[in-house]
C-alpha cells in the first residue's frame, strides 16, 4: 500500500513539473511574441517567464489551497442573500442595475450638468 502512495506521490510531483515547464514556455512564447512589438519591451527567458509566472499567482492568485476564492464569494454571497429581507433584496438589486459604485447615475449626472451648461 505504502509503495503505490509513494508511486502516486511521484506521478502528481511529475505531473506538476510538466504543467509549469509547459505554462512557463508558453508565457515566455506569448511575451516575446507580442510585447517587445506592442510595447517595445525586451524578450524574455525561460527562467524570467517562470519568475513571471510566479510573480503574478502571488499578487494576483495567491497560493492558497483550491482553485481560487470563487466558490467561497459565492456561498458567502448566497448566506448573505438568504438573511436580507425582501426589501433590503429590491435596494441591492435596484443598485446593481445602476451599476458598480453608481457609475451610470454619475454619467447621467454628468450628461445633465453638460446639457445644462450647453444650453
Known amino acids: 500500500m505504502k509503495r503505490n502512495r509513494g508511486l502516486k506521490v511521484l506521478k502528481i510531483v511529475v505531473w506538476v513539473c510538466v504543467v509549469v515547464a509547459v505554462v512557463s514556455f508558453v508565457v515566455m512564447r506569448l511575451w516575446n511574441a507580442l510585447m517587445p512589438s506592442i510595447f517595445g519591451l525586451h524578450a524574455i527567458g525561460y527562467w524570467q517567464a517562470l ?10 492568485g495567491g497560493f492558497r489551497p483550491g482553485h481560487g476564492g470563487g466558490q467561497r464569494w459565492r456561498r458567502r454571497m448566497m ?12 435596494k ?12 451610470k447615475q454619475n454619467e447621467e449626472k454628468r450628461g445633465r450638468e453638460a446639457e445644462a451648461m450647453g444650453a
Open 51 to 60: 519568475g513571471l509566472l510566479v510573480l503574478s499567482k502571488l499578487l494576483f
Open 92 to 103: 441591492f438589486k435596484q443598485g446593481m442595475r445602476h451599476g458598480c459604485g453608481g457609475w
Open 79 to 90: 448566506d448573505r442573500w438568504e438573511h436580507m429581507t425582501p426589501e433590503e433584496r429590491e
